[in-house]
């Protein structure tokens, strides 16, 4: 089948847009259709917006079907999973906008979470911000999942620790200099329920300034400094700590029994979930330079259950 052009691409986007908005299954199926055919060109220059577009086509029927789901297997979810990584993986995702790069990383993110797989999402999202450091969607949802964690971190002083700075995430998300495009800004709303949440265990900012992240010692020789330093960097200590960064408190590894910290043993507020994108976003770099003002869908909003 021949390439797909821009302008077919951008209508393709429009008519998922549309049947996900219709809540239309059958159109769905049809559209996925269409653009798997134009997945057999692996050479497309814009292969990795349709392994997006294919994704967000599974994140609607999984939304339409059984968004709750705890089913061992879930077709929609593991093909979501694999359309992210594809287009994660393709050789023109690096011609994305750096928000749509975002937009995959922090759904596959999400759907990581939704299977309970909170490490590898707050990775996810560091991803995300690596290349959209204000990006409100990432920052919100990271810091929820760092708030899934606390309550499984045993040690209460490391539970208080990562959750001032899930804290210190959350208010990033809501401070002015947030970039809501591609995202909903009525998730503001939930991000400042999980703020609230927090200052009511803690003091946030207290806790912050009161723990220095990297005054602690790498060890005697210089062989040892360096190679902690790169255990710290390739993210290898077995320590909850590491969610807040490759910083020196973090090099050591915790192999403390589990417990649930008592200050976090009741649960968040129920309405605290991961805020979904499942829209499809359109700005490419290459055009955007040339002058070309391409479609950006305003994106809703869905909650998946932890």
Not at 76 to 98: C, N
Not at 107 to 126: C, D, K, V
Not at 166 to 191: C, M, Q, Y
Not at 243 to 248: A, D, E, L, M, Q
Request: proline share 5%.
């Amino acid at each position: 089948m021949a390439g797909i052009t821009f302008d077919e691409l951008t209508i393709l986007g429009n008519d998922i847009d549309n049947a996900t908005d219709g809540r239309d299954a059958v159109r769905l199926e049809e559209l996925d259709g269409t653009a798997k055919s134009y997945c057999e060109e692996d050479s497309s220059e814009y292969g990795a917006a349709i392994w997006y577009f294919r994704s967000n086509v599974q994140a609607a029927l999984q939304d339409q079907t059984n968004p709750r789901s705890w089913e061992w297997r879930q077709k929609y979810r593991e093909r979501q999973i694999l359309y992210l990584r594809r287009a994660a993986s393709h050789r023109s995702f690096v011609r994305l906008a750096p928000l749509t790069q975002a937009s995959i990383f922090t759904n596959l993110a999400n759907t990581f979470s939704s299977f309970g797989r909170g490490l590898e999402a707050i990775e996810l999202y560091g991803a995300a911000l690596d290349v959209a450091p204000h990006f409100a969607m990432a920052l919100g949802n990271r810091a929820s999942a760092m708030l899934a964690l606390v309550r499984n971190i045993p040690d209460p002083g490391h539970a208080t620790l990562v959750a001032a700075y899930a804290h210190a995430t959350i208010k990033a998300a809501l401070a002015p200099d947030a970039v809501w495009e591609g995202g909903n800004r009525s998730a503001s709303a939930e991000f400042a329920q999980m703020s609230a949440y927090v200052e009511s265990k803690m003091d946030p900012l207290k806790t912050i300034s009161a723990t220095p992240l990297d005054k602690h010692s790498l060890g005697r020789s210089l062989a040892e400094k360096r190679y902690r330093r790169w255990a710290l960097n390739s993210n290898l200590f077995l320590n909850p700590l590491m969610v807040i960064g490759p910083h020196t408190i973090a090099a050591t590894d915790r192999m403390n029994q589990h417990r649930t910290s008592p200050l976090w043993a009741s649960p968040r507020p129920s309405s605290l979930g991961l805020i979904k994108s499942n829209k499809n976003m359109l700005p490419l770099a290459g055009f955007c330079m040339r002058g070309r003002k391409p479609r950006i869908s305003t994106s809703s909003i869905t909650r998946l259950s932890l």
